[in-house]
């Protein structure tokens, strides 16, 4: 079972033992071992490849995604896994108005990178950053990196992704700035399969409902820095 995902914690990463790891790949280990479809085999791949991927079989479910509309004509999603709010990753010394997607269309100085085909580039795009404000990456540590270097002044992605890479790169000297839900609320994530595979998506749903929310699943969560809070959101989505 070829699971696609991005190095991205605490969603995907590498342990110091060299084992893929991460709340979305453990949650999809354990779909996977429920329902019996053998080795459970993870390839690392980059955010614009996700989808393109499935379509061409190179993998058969991908890491969570935002579901939009527009990913929903070209793959099938599960149930929501999680529920997160958007951060900005800015240097420690950045001024205090780089703290929204507002701040930054308001300001003509002010540089936002995203990485290619993520959510959060249109949202850019919705609260009117012009395009030539915004600088596009193929990967999380590339982002990072021009926020790094000065290239950009903020990076927009899922905060919990933030948090997580700070966790591994604190001499960076960068932080996470948590977009306020008054202006975007959390959003929901969830596992991107083919859109032929109807029989397997509805499996994994099967799978999901019976373990999100329960003792076990929020002790994995946890250890990823995910609260009760957080898996409450995902509960309450479930039908």
Partial sequence: ?????????????????????????????HVVKELGLGNFVPIETEFAALLPGLAAGRWRMTTGLFATGERRVHARFTRP????????????????????YRAIAA?????????????????????????????????????????????????????????????????????????????????FGSFALSLSDAALCDAVDAVLAGYLGSDAHRRMAARYGFSDAEIDLVVGAMP
Avoid at 16 to 24: K, L, N
Avoid at 144 to 154: F, K, Q
């Fill in 107 to 187: 300001d003509d100085r002010t540089v936002l990178a995203v990485v290619r085909d993520q959510f959060q580039h249109r949202s850019a795009k919705t609260f009117g950053i012009p395009d030539t404000r915004i600088r596009i990456f193929e990967t999380y540590r590339d982002a990072a990196g021009a926020v790094r270097d000065g290239v950009a002044d903020a990076y927009a992605s899922v905060g919990r992704a933030h948090d997580g890479f700070l966790g591994w790169h604190a001499d960076w000297r960068l932080e996470n700035r948590p977009i306020a839900a008054a202006e975007k609320p959390p959003a």
């Fill in 1 to 29: 079972m070829k699971f696609a995902y991005l190095i991205e914690p605490p969603f995907n990463h590498i342990d110091s033992e060299g084992r893929v790891t991460g709340c979305d790949v453990e949650l999809a280990r």
């Fill in 81 to 100: 896994i999680w529920a997160l709010p958007d951060g900005l990753l800015v240097r420690r010394d950045a001024p205090e108005q780089i703290a929204g």
